[in-house]
């Protein structure tokens, strides 16, 4: 069964950075695009980060263009958000999901997306 697991979420001070991870198993998404979303206390889940099926384009939110930087290795069926200049308005569980179409470039649309892991939370304190 296909399964994403986030990790590296934490408590960190207002600009520090974290790493998150999205590990993937049960099945290989190296032909999916992948992305983070996030989800704050009372506020709906939004895009974050997409990146390509191949690495190759990458699409962030405003709120965090210049800041966060998505990446994959397929090899390790993994992708990453570095996060950086972090501030407390970043607070919020972070999940990653995987597209339902193979071979598409960044997708920032939540209904887009078939599998998701199971969040990990990330609290910047200020």
């Known amino acids: 069964q296909a399964q994403l697991v986030e990790s590296g979420g934490g408590l960190v001070q207002a600009g520090g950075s974290l790493r998150l991870s999205c590990a993937a198993s049960g099945r290989t998404f190296s032909t999916y695009a992948m992305g983070w979303f996030r989800q704050a206390p009372g506020k709906e889940r939004e895009p974050v980060a997409s990146?390509?099926?191949?690495?190759?384009?990458?699409l962030y939110a405003d709120s965090v263009k210049g800041r966060f930087s998505i990446s994959r290795d397929n090899a390790k069926n993994t992708v990453y958000l570095q996060m950086g200049s972090l501030k407390p308005e970043d607070t919020a569980v972070y999940y990653c999901?995987?597209?339902?179409?193979?071979?598409?470039?960044?997708?920032?649309?939540?209904?887009?997306?078939?599998?998701w892991g199971q969040g990990t939370q990330v609290t910047v304190s200020s």
């Open positions: 990146i390509s099926w191949n690495g190759h384009n990458t």
């Open positions: 999901g995987a597209d339902k179409i193979p071979y598409r470039d960044y997708v920032m649309d939540l209904g887009s997306y078939r599998y």
